[in-house]
């Protein structure tokens, strides 16, 4: 899967309505993913901290003041992430994403797969966390290593079982659909994808770079509701600017 982690920008806090409520993850649906490949790094300074008895993970992030004697926590990108939501702070790139149509993230989804989700680590994007509800997956990508505190960097929506997720109260076909075209779109950006477009149904426009994109069955493309340009492919969508847009928007 191409990279999709953005830049770290400014970063807020993750907000307290980020806890409505604990979900357990789906360790085997979370396990398919073929993209991610789990590691055993190198024992590294946080976890001989532990083993000596330094369980407080919290204590590891401290603001870095040289000139006042502040200490770093000097963390790697071997070592694990914290499962304490409320330690993380989110990127623009990631507060931008939720506010976008067709994302299916939020800040709850986010605390729940930081707590409860499987925790692997991928070349590309380092640690990320991936939580299944009702056939979907939940990936959030987390960084602290060039941070004084831990980020969410980025996250997105993955089909992890196409039947649960049609059977789950909280999406409906399009929904399903739509979480799936993006995914394929962005698997392989440069590539032209009309197969895995031609038997979707997307009704309702999510938005991918400055278009706002939707399919029908049968159409081995998405079609920006703007500017009516037609797409195989996520490069094509973010080379092209829409015309109907301003450049402010």
Not at 187 to 196: K, M, V
Not at 221 to 244: L, N
Request: charged share 30%; with cysteine; net charge neutral.
């Amino acid at each position: 899967m191409a990279s999709r982690q953005g830049g770290s920008g400014d970063a807020e806090p993750l907000g307290p309505g980020s806890t409505e409520r604990r979900t357990a993850s789906t360790t085997a649906a979370a396990s398919r993913e073929d993209d991610v490949r789990p590691r055993s790094p190198p024992e590294s300074p946080a976890r001989r901290r532990a083993r000596a008895g330094r369980s407080d993970r919290s204590a590891d992030y401290r603001s870095i003041d040289s000139h006042r004697g502040g200490e770093s926590a000097a963390r790697t990108p071997e070592d694990p992430p914290v499962r304490d939501p409320s330690l993380y702070a989110l990127t623009d790139h990631f507060r931008e994403r939720l506010e976008q149509p067709g994302r299916y993230v939020s800040t709850r989804t986010v605390s729940d797969a930081i707590r409860e989700g499987q925790l692997r680590w991928n070349s590309t994007d380092g640690w990320r966390f991936a939580l299944v509800e009702g056939g979907v997956r939940f990936v959030v990508v987390v960084g602290d290593t060039e941070t004084n505190s831990p980020v969410v960097v980025t996250g997105w929506t993955e089909v992890a079982d196409r039947e649960a997720a049609l059977e789950a109260s909280r999406w409906d076909g399009v929904d399903v659909d739509t979480i799936a075209v993006r995914a394929a779109l962005s698997e392989a950006a440069s590539t032209p994808i009309p197969d895995r477009i031609r038997p979707r149904t997307v009704t309702r426009p999510f938005e991918v770079g400055e278009h706002r994109l939707e399919t029908e069955p049968g159409e081995p493309f998405v079609r920006c509701t703007d500017c009516g340009c037609r797409f195989r492919s996520k490069e094509g969508i973010t080379s092209r600017r829409c015309r109907q847009r301003s450049p402010g928007r």
